[in-house]
């Protein structure tokens, strides 16, 4: 049984229909739109998979995380945790409000950690290992102007995904990292849409992801094969933590292209 958060749209639905084609029953966490993930988890029982939705609200820790041994109690066990729930800003770093850094630090850093500390003692207690990946983002790994909370908290969701993996392997359970780069999601207001008819000449691949294309890797993270991928980063990002310096889908044209 796999509980995904934030599974009422964008990755989090993705991934949550992913495995549930995979053969999983999957618990379903929501924040604003309750009616939205009744039809994940709709979309998940025409898969032949159990569901279970449960509200979950990061702000409110540390009881919020009791939400993953509620839908773990639904469903029988836990075996995979996707921590996906999120949330960012758009504010310069001297302009940001005390509120703010902390909705977005307990939201992206702070809650993933209990949540991962609830799943894995249920597997720990239960024998044969598990699975928890953590949906952090490129900015893990490259700062963004504006993000400051956003970044400095995946940055350190990269490194707890580290130090869990570490932990947790005598147990058999693999931690690691999914990072997207721009993915075609309500938080990028771009749901429903058709990556491959827009532009982006910033990334590498000249657009960007849809969303079931990171629920492809969160899903072979969480399966059996692989069971020897642990501590690991994978970025789903057209490419774009390559360039370095010259990444950016803020770029208008495909000049950085040539030497």
């Known amino acids: 049984m796999a509980v995904v958060t934030g599974a009422e749209s964008g990755i989090g639905r993705a991934t949550a229909v992913r495995l549930a084609r995979d053969g999983m029953d999957v618990g379903i966490t929501w924040y604003a739109d309750e009616d939205a993930a009744a039809r994940t988890a709709a979309e998940v029982r025409a898969h032949g998979g159990r569901a279970a939705v449960e509200h979950l609200d990061l702000t409110r820790l540390p009881d919020a995380a009791d939400a993953v041994d509620r839908l773990a109690d639904a469903l029988g066990r836990i075996d995979v945790l996707v921590n996906n729930a999120g949330t960012g800003t758009a504010i310069s770093f001297l302009d940001t409000d005390f509120a703010t850094l902390r909705e977005v630090v307990d939201v992206d850093l702070l809650g993933p950690y209990l949540c991962s500390q609830r799943a894995a003692r249920r597997m720990v207690g239960q024998g044969g290992g598990g699975r928890i990946v953590n949906v952090t983002s490129v900015h893990a ?119």
């Open 141 to 259: 790994h490259q700062p963004r102007v504006g993000a400051a909370p956003y970044c400095a908290a995946k940055g350190g969701l990269g490194l707890l995904t580290q130090t869990m993996a570490l932990e947790l392997a005598e147990h058999g359970i693999t931690v690691n990292a999914v990072a997207p780069g721009e993915i075609a999601t309500p938080m990028t207001g771009q749901e429903d849409t058709d990556v491959h008819t827009v532009e982006r000449p910033g990334v590498p691949l000249g657009r960007p992801g849809d969303a079931r294309e990171v629920a492809a890797v969160v899903a072979f993270l969480a399966g059996p094969e692989a069971g020897y991928v642990t501590g690991a980063s994978w970025p789903v990002d057209g490419g774009m933590l390559r360039m370095g310096p010259m990444a950016g889908s803020h770029l208008t044209d495909h000049s950085w292209r040539r030497p």
